[in-house]
């Protein structure tokens, strides 16, 4: 889900989920790469939220490797911090522009 938030300022809220089971978190990846190059030259704030389904805190996991590079290379934020998930992992994320 996409929408924009017209207030005092212009928001760009997107929702992302990613169901346990649905395509590889690759294909997510890749099709969050290409929304956050369109996005990057925007000029509303922007916060996405959601649900990746996969162990984004894990450093050696090459689906998490690849999100944190995402985030670094649009120079976007990941605010959640604690784990999200009943065995200890994050898997929730709300992320926003680095300069928000």
């Known amino acids: 889900m996409d929408v924009t938030l017209l207030l005092s300022k212009s928001l760009r ?7 346990p ?19 990057v030259v925007c000029s509303e704030e922007l ?7 996969f162990h984004m805190d ?8 690849r999100s944190r590079e995402l985030l670094d290379l649009f120079n976007l934020k990941q605010h959640v911090c604690v784990p999200t998930h009943k065995q200890g992992h994050l898997l929730d994320f709300v992320i926003t522009s680095n300069e928000t």
């Open 47 to 53: 916060l996405i939220y959601g649900d990746f389904n």
């Open 58 to 65: 894990d450093m050696v996991d090459w689906d998490a490797t």
């Open 13 to 19: 809220v997107i929702f992302v989920c990613r169901l």
């Open 21 to 39: 089971g649905d395509a590889l978190v690759a294909v997510l990846l890749e099709e969050l790469a290409s929304l956050l190059r369109e996005t």
